[in-house]
């Protein structure tokens, strides 16, 4: 039996909430995640701190504790997302301070100050003084007091951030900042669609990969529609021409998957953490009865294939958990596992008698048959031509579906019952892993 579906794959907290990756980087001989962090409440009610994991190779963990809280005026009501940029020698980390004024406000417009507080650290845990870059005074006229999530990265000599911003006519954009000395910071340029597209643009994040720039964002306010923007918020790139965003593709069209944040490994792979939840969900999350919510998803790394278009892949150090070997074929099977698979038409795979992934044409329906396993899930859908691959990786408490190469991907959690757990398929040959989990320790010093 398996009563408290503790991941083996993925880093979610100890006790309390998590939600968006924060400050991710490779230092002085690590990989840092950080994190935002309620360590109070599995439901997230309470001030956000930064948690922080490290790893040398994204097998081995350790987590290091709480290392940013709310703890001056300028941060008094959360330690919000942000970002981190090596510089030789020290990481400096970008974040926002948010600040509620008591009193009778809509929190949007008026009661809430968002600054921009930069702090640096010598070993990932130690920090220096906060010192604010840029307070609500600082950001254009027609933005709300909604601002915030800076990613600052270097390019072409100079320093640049994005902001995410609710305008006050209630359309997203990002907001471009650019300094010489980290320190003083100005308004470069206003990036957003031709056409409004969702209130708010949360956790921005804007880079290239092999010559396509993009700008990836988390935006609210989308209305549904019966093959994308299915999930409460969404999140995907823009395409940027210039600086103008052009098409949006969404990240992952599965039920659980947010805010996701990317960074450079030293030999160059574009990686990308996502946060495997989201805020304002109405479905609820077994794990929050046994003191804890939410975790990360896999290390994905973000690629161009031959055709030009942008792809994700759990990145390949995943590959070295992979033990036994075996066919696909209708089973038992201990999580967690791998598995990969080609299809040459329709296919489904079915998962612990209960939830379903079906592709029928360019259909491709992710379906929790058995309620209970899905805490209140229903169905996914997205249009994926020509389906030929699946890759699948399944942890104690959910699945990362990869189609067609990571084309497109469904994340998603899932509640089952044992630990051992059933998989069926129709039109799909392939090879299964049982993967051992990674290892992590929670040895604060
Ligand atoms: C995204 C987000 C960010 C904010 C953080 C607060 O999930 O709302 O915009 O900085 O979470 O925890």
Known sequence: MQ???????????????????????????????????????????????????RSADLLHWQFRGVVLHPDTPDDRDGVYSGSALVQEDTLHLFYTGNVKEPGDHDYITSGRGANVIHVTTHDGDTMSAKSVLLRNKDYPADCTQHVRDPKVWRENGAFRMV???????????????????????????????????????????????NGVRVLSISPQGLPHEKTRFQNVYQSGYFVLDGDRPTTFTEWDMGFDFYAPQSFVTPDGRRVMFGWMGLPDIDYTNPTVARGWQHCLTLPREVFRDAAGHLRQRPVRELDALRAGARPLT????????????????DFTLTLAH??????TGETVTLTFTDAS?????????????????????????????????????????FYPASDLISLQSTGLTGTIWRMNGLEVTHNVP
């Open 3 to 53: 009563d408290n579906w503790r991941q083996a794959l993925h880093l979610e907290p100890p006790q309390g909430w998590l939600n968006d990756p924060n400050g991710l980087c490779w230092f002085h001989g690590f990989y840092h995640v950080y994190f935002q962090y309620c360590p109070t409440s599995a439901e997230g009610n309470g001030d956000k701190l930064w948690g922080h994991y």
């Open 163 to 209: 902001l995410g911003a609710r305008r006050r006519d209630d359309t997203g954009a990002v907001l471009l900042y650019r300094s010489d000395d980290l320190t003083h910071w100005t308004l470069d340029r206003v990036l957003t669609s031709d056409a409004p597209f969702g209130y708010m643009w949360e956790c921005p994040d804007l880079y290239a990969v």
């Open 330 to 345: 209708d089973t038992t099977l201990s999580l967690p596992f791998d598995l990969e698979a080609q299809a040459q038409g």
């Open 354 to 359: 209960g939830l379903s992934l079906t592709c």
């Open 373 to 413: 396993l899905g805490g209140g899930r229903t169905t996914r859908t997205a249009l994926v031509p020509d389906c030929r691959t699946v890759r699948a990786i399944v942890d104690r408490s959910s699945v990362e579906i990869y189609l067609n190469a990571g084309a497109c991907v469904f994340t998603t959690r």
